[in-house]
T-cell receptor, first 115, second 109 residues
Framework: EAGVVQSPRYKIIEKKQPVAFWCNPISGHNTLYWYLQNLGQGPELLIRYENEEAVDDSQLPKDRFSAERLKGVDSTLKIQPAELGDSAVYLC?????????????FGPGTRLTVL | GQSLEQPSEVTAVEGAIVQINCTYQTSGFYGLSWYQQHDGGAPTFLSYNALDGLEETGRFSSFLSRSDSYGYLLLQELQMKDSASYFCAVPDSNYQLIWGAGTKLIIKP
């Protein structure tokens, strides 16, 4: 069974530029999460999807961040424009449904560097 | 609100046993999870405790005491590959996992 796939693995951009991250969860997993992880910290939830519906986006900075999960499968997270403080690892995770939120499967992440 | 505390770093010797503690403050309790993350890698689920007591999975065990709002991860027969960061996490009422800052486990030969 393929795991959670994310791309790109690394991205370096200048501030004020846009950037997008892509995630394909494990097949059949209805719940998808986007997290941000800073060095030496635990992941922080940005948004959670149940199928194609964003059910928890309270931590998403909506002035510059947006996300979509069309058709309830893969998902894209966008930042526009990026700021220096956005440098972090962006992790995507999935679980088979919301009741199994304690066991999430993570992708390798995208390490974003904003110069 | 929810908060978790765990030591920032623990050092142990290969072949030994190490315990990583986690204390939590939650408005409700829905279980305690543990994840492992190697440098540059993805967090990987290790264990979940919903009830008091010890859960054993091979060399790893996890313990929970709900009355003390406390849990720990026990790693036995340490191997160099166990060098990683270990996170405890608890869900809130919205099924959102709240994570600790992680404990970096350093293993010396």
């Amino acid at each position: 069974e393929a795991g959670v796939v994310q791309s790109p693995r690394y991205k370096i951009i200048e501030k004020k530029q846009p950037v997008a991250f892509w995630c394909n969860p494990i097949s059949g997993h209805n719940t998808l999460y986007w997290y941000l992880q800073n060095l030496g910290q635990g992941p922080e939830l940005l948004i959670r999807y149940e199928n194609e519906e964003a059910v928890d986006d309270s931590q998403l900075p909506k002035d510059r961040f947006s996300a979509e999960r069309l058709k309830g499968v893969d998902s894209t997270l966008k930042i526009q424009p990026a700021e220096l403080g956005d440098s972090a690892v962006y992790l995507c995770a999935s679980s088979s449904d919301k009741e199994l939120y304690n066991e999430q499967f993570f992708g390798p992440g995208t390490r974003l560097t904003v110069l | 609100g929810q908060s978790l505390e765990q030591p920032s770093e623990v050092t142990a010797v290969e072949g030994a046993i190490v315990q990583i503690n986690c204390t939590y403050q939650t408005s409700g309790f829905y279980g305690l999870s543990w994840y492992q993350q190697h440098d540059g890698g993805a967090p990987t689920f290790l264990s979940y405790n919903a009830l008091d007591g010890l859960e054993e999975t091979g060399r790893f065990s996890s313990f929970l005491s709900r009355s003390d709002s406390y849990g720990y991860l026990l790693l036995q027969e340490l191997q160099m590959k166990d060098s990683a960061s270990y996170f405890c996490a608890v869900p809130d009422s919205n099924y959102q996992l709240i994570w600790g800052a992680g404990t970096k486990l350093i293993i010396k030969p």
